[in-house]
């Protein structure tokens, strides 16, 4: 089979596992493999997918510790920059909103069972302001959080965990409606 042949079924293929999206590889260099000529850039967009997945599952497991952009992207070896650029493009959020939608997520999870106060909620979740806890809340749920706490008490009773995140998650990019109580 002549190269250019092989080149173009790996590039086909290759696009398919990243999603469809073509890009073509650099003519002045390419890296040979046993299976034939594959682009760098598609190693490196392959190589990056997976350092973004290692930045995000450290901010599952991390939200509640104070983060910022310049440490996650340090722990993975990327400029600040790169890494907001490719998370946003990779997951359709920056790491920072990412990180406020899973501490905002927490934190409706736990004024649902009732157990702690609006401000215990707060600084358990990682907030180090009150006022930023409620009004990042509010922007993302579309009601305060002594509101939610109120009115959500009894709504996910009986309905198993995996469900309740699922229906209790919260609305991405100011697109909550805004609450008609006060």
């Not at 070896?77 to 990779?90: D, K, T, V, W």
């Not at 009732?114 to 907030?127: D, N």
Request: charged fraction near 25%.
């Amino acid at each position: 089979m002549p190269v250019r042949e092989r080149t173009t079924r790996v590039l086909e293929r290759t696009t398919r596992v990243i999603g469809g999206t073509t890009r073509s590889p650099p003519p002045d260099r390419p890296v040979w493999h046993d299976s034939g000529v594959t682009s760098t850039a598609t190693e490196q967009y392959l190589r990056d997918l997976a350092l973004l997945r290692r930045v995000r599952d450290r901010i599952d497991r991390e939200y509640a510790q104070p983060l910022d952009v310049e440490a996650l992207a340090r722990g993975v070896n990327m400029s600040a920059g790169h890494l907001s650029r490719q998370f946003r493009r990779a997951y359709g959020e920056s790491p920072y909103s990412y990180l406020m939608t899973r501490r905002i997520e927490r934190a409706m999870a736990l004024l649902r069972r009732g157990e702690l106060s609006v401000t215990e909620v707060c600084f358990t979740v990682g907030f180090s302001s009150l006022g930023t806890f409620s009004t990042r809340f509010a922007e993302l749920v579309g009601m305060p959080p002594s509101v939610y706490r109120e009115q959500q008490a009894e709504a996910t009773v009986g309905m198993p965990p995996c469900v309740a995140k699922q229906v209790t998650r919260p609305i991405r990019n100011r697109e909550a409606r805004p609450s008609t109580a006060t």
